[in-house]
Nanobody, 121 residues
Framework: QVQLVESGGGLVQAGGSLRLSCAAS????????MGWFRQAPRKEREFVAA????????IYSDSVKGRFTISRDNAKNTVYLQMNSLKPEETAVYYC??????????????WGQGTQVTVSS
């Protein structure tokens, strides 16, 4: 079965950086588009970034553009999210999702369990 396992979350001060990883198994990773989403307390899950299967194209939400970078290593079946200049309001559970290149979470059939990112002020 498909498994997506996120890691790399934690506590960081405002302005700091974190790198999230998502290890995938049970799917032909190198042919799948991937995405990252986040969900803050009492808020809806929102799009962060997505990457094509080849890594050649990426899209970002306006709120993270220029600070976050999505990338992938198909040899390691892993997608990454480098997050710089983090803000307290970006405290959320960050989720990896597979099989779409879209801002719409409904188009992603596979999801990880999430990793908590807490940004202190």
């Amino acid at each position: 079965q498909v498994q997506l396992v996120e890691s790399g979350g934690g506590l960081v001060q405002a302005g700091g950086s974190l790198r999230l990883s998502c290890a995938a198994s049970g799917l032909p990773f190198s042919t799948y588009n991937m995405g990252w989403f986040r969900q803050a307390p009492r808020k809806e899950r929102e799009f962060v970034a997505a990457i094509r299967w080849s890594g050649a194209e990426t899209i970002y939400s306006d709120s993270v553009k220029g600070r976050f970078t999505i990338s992938r290593d198909n040899a390691k079946n892993t997608v990454y999210l480098q997050m710089n200049s983090l803000k307290p309001e970006e405290t959320a559970v960050y989720y990896c999702a597979a099989a779409s290149y879209s801002r719409d979470l409904r188009s992603y059939p596979y999801w990880g369990q999430g990793t908590q990112v807490t940004v202190s002020s």
